[in-house]
């Protein structure tokens, strides 16, 4: 499954790469660590996409080279509000798993547990 199938749709996109992360906000939001191609690795949520950003990128298991390829973009959406941001990240991950019956490569966990 690629990001461009998600619903709502990916609001920003940037290369997940250390030269990128002061374009990315230090705001709440969802997001999704995808390959190249744009196929999804992980969809997470946190309350500061910068910080968060940074902590994937010092993590050995969000770099390293898996079977879909390695991580490239780091994409993302704005919420205001915890509601909100649960809401989004369990639909994205929910839709993901009814459309290819397991979780991203790189998540462990399910959504809201």
Partial sequence: MIINDLNPRIEE???????????????????????????????????????????HLDSPEKTKLTILGKAYWFSYSLRNDEFGISKLERGWVNHFELHNGELPILNKIHAGL
């Fill in 13 to 55: 996109t940037e290369e997940f790469d250390y030269s990128k992360y002061k374009r990315i906000p230090q705001k709440p939001g969802c997001y999704v660590i995808s390959n190249f191609e744009q196929v999804i690795l992980y969809i997470g949520k946190t309350i500061n996409l910068q910080n968060r950003f940074l902590q």
